[in-house]
């Protein structure tokens, strides 16, 4: 259980480095469509990620 909440704080971290970068890449004057599309896909798989992980600490409760 611990390997998979530090996995989650890595992720989380780079979850919201990619969230700065695309911001950053944003507002810049020239704007890169394929860089900015490519960091929101990679910002979209760290998401699942997440949510996996999320996923595994949660107990499963049988009803």
């Known amino acids: 259980m611990e390997e998979v909440r530090e996995r989650l ?4 971290a780079q979850h ?3 969230d700065e970068r695309i911001a950053d890449r944003a507002q810049g004057a020239i704007i890169d469509q394929l860089e900015l599309a490519r960091l929101k896909r ?3 798989r760290l998401r699942d990620e997440i949510a996996l992980c999320e996923d595994a600490l949660i107990p499963d409760i049988i009803a």
């Open 9 to 12: 704080e890595i992720l989380r």
């Open 16 to 18: 919201r480095e990619l």
């Open 42 to 44: 990679q910002k979209l």
